[in-house]
């Protein structure tokens, strides 16, 4: 597997623009991660899903934040408009959690794989 | 709410010595997961090692062994025989077991293996 595809690796756009970065996740995996990181505030989580459902958007920092998965291979994130302060470096993450409890199995399921990034610039 | 706390910002180790980070958390679960994710300049965040609560016996992964203290709520690295390639921001990370299958990072520790 290729593993998490991420693109653009790099945005740069001007102030008021419409952003789309997307994902693509590894496949039969039911759980995908939007991450931003940041110097000032590190990595947090900005929503997640589960079998293309979001269930924790809590994270999304404003109206012009918006993410979606139409389908089990891709995913979506959208800034309208975008501004100075969201320049960050934005990860998309997958898993598989659909596991058993401990001790008896699941021992990989919790672990999320990680894209590349997009490192995105807003003038 | 869990925390994760990484109180080293910047460290640096001899080429082929040991190192260890720190990281200590706070949660109210009983069960969960620990992480340790390295980040070379590439930008890659890199699973390095895991941990899960309920064992006992601390995980190790080759040159990297974790200590981990549950009833003190720390989980710290230990880098053996450090490499250059070692070279790179290391974030703990804490997953409960149930519920919210998210990952709360830390700050980071950026690690220098200096030649």
């Known amino acids: 597997d290729a593993g998490v595809i991420q693109s653009p690796r790099h945005e740069v756009t001007e102030m008021g623009q419409e952003v789309t970065l997307r994902c693509k996740p590894i496949?039969?995996?039911?759980?995908l991660f939007w991450y931003r990181q940041t110097m000032m505030r590190g990595l947090e989580l900005l929503i997640y899903?589960?079998?293309?459902?979001?269930?924790?958007d809590s994270g999304m920092p404003e109206d012009r934040f918006s993410a979606k998965m139409p389908n089990a291979s891709f995913s979506t994130l959208k800034i309208q408009p975008s501004e100075p302060r969201d320049s960050a470096v934005y990860f998309c993450?997958?898993?598989?959690?659909?596991?058993?409890?401990?001790?008896?199995?699941?021992?990989?399921?919790?672990?999320?794989?990680f894209g590349s990034g997009t490192q995105l610039s807003v003038l | 709410a869990q925390t994760v706390t990484q109180s080293q910002p910047e460290m640096s180790v001899q080429e082929a010595e040991t190192v260890t980070l720190s990281c200590t958390y706070d949660?109210?679960?009983?069960?969960?997961?620990l992480f340790w994710y390295k980040q070379p300049p590439s930008r890659q965040m890199i699973l390095v090692i895991r941990?899960?609560?309920?064992?006992?016996q601390n995980a190790t992964e080759n040159r990297f062994s974790v200590n981990f203290q549950k009833a003190a709520k720390s989980f710290s690295l230990k880098i053996s025989d450090s490499q250059l390639g070692d070279t790179a921001m290391y974030f703990c990370?804490?997953?409960?077991?149930?519920?919210?299958?998210?990952?709360?990072f830390g700050t980071g520790t950026r690690l220098t293996v200096i030649p």
């Open positions: 993450a997958s898993s598989s959690f659909g596991r058993p409890a401990p001790p008896s199995g699941g021992l990989d399921g919790e672990k999320l794989f």
């Open positions: 496949s039969g995996h039911d759980y």
């Open positions: 899903f589960n079998n293309n459902v979001p269930i924790d």
């Open positions: 949660t109210s679960e009983s069960n969960y997961y």
């Open positions: 941990q899960e609560a309920y064992k006992q």
């Open positions: 990370a804490f997953m409960k077991q149930f519920g919210a299958n998210n990952l709360f």
